[in-house]
Nanobody, 121 residues
Framework: QVQLVESGGGLVQVGGSTRLSCTAS????????MDWYRQAPGKQRELVAGVSSSGITNVADSVKGRFTSSRDNAKNTLYLEMSNLKAEDTAVYYC???????????????WGQGTQVTVSS
């Protein structure tokens, strides 16, 4: 059974900072991408930031310079450091993992339950 457990977030003031964590339980033969997505009310889910298996980080233009993502492969944990938060960053943030459980298995996508980040003035 694979679970992605997110923590962090909550209510943050404009200009403030917070950190999200996502830990994947269960064993994997290989984990490719681990990413953060977000979905604001009435909007589509969008990619925010992620880290590839080789450690390459990508960040959406809308958060570049404010958000960074890192990954601890030994702990199967993904982090999202968020700073200089804006009201438009308010959304539910979802952790995503693409991996396979066995060397012969297929890659699958796994999602966390989401954690709310509300940025207010």
């Amino acid at each position: 059974q694979v679970q992605l457990v997110e923590s962090g977030g909550g209510l943050v003031q404009v200009g403030g900072s917070t950190r999200l964590s996502c830990t994947a339980s269960g064993s994997f033969s290989r984990i490719d991408a681990m990413d953060w997505y977000r979905q604001a009310p009435g909007k589509q889910r969008e990619l925010v930031a992620g880290v590839s298996s080789s450690g390459i980080t990508n960040v959406a233009d809308s958060v570049k310079g404010r958000f960074t993502s890192s990954r601890d492969n030994a702990k199967n944990t993904l982090y999202l450091e968020m700073s200089n938060l804006k009201a438009e960053d308010t959304a539910v943030y979802y952790c995503h993992l693409r991996g396979r459980r066995t060397p012969w298995g297929q890659f699958q996508d796994y999602w966390g339950q989401g954690t709310q980040v509300t940025v207010s003035s």
